[in-house]
């Protein structure tokens, strides 16, 4: 049985090992912009934003902060492939 101890020296050992650990499958949150608030959203490895950065590009700074936080935890944000 683990002592309160050993649990949190356990968790400093699975945040260092977090990118080979963590997979995320899928995430739903709000974002507050400079202007305004945004929903992003991330189901099988896609991500999606409501803000006119993404919608022309496919990626915006939302999502890449987001990415940052989580790590490998996380697929890039790509353009979709639209030759498929
Ligand atoms: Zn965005």
Known sequence: MYSAESRI???RQYFEERDERIRVESLRCTFEGEHSSHVIEYENHVWKCDCEEF???F???HI???EKTLGAGVSP???P???S
């Open 9 to 11: 020296i356990k968790a």
């Open 55 to 57: 919608l022309r590009t």
């Open 59 to 61: 990626v915006c700074a």
């Open 64 to 66: 890449m902060a987001i």
């Open 77 to 79: 944000a790509v353009k």
């Open 81 to 83: 492939d639209v030759a």
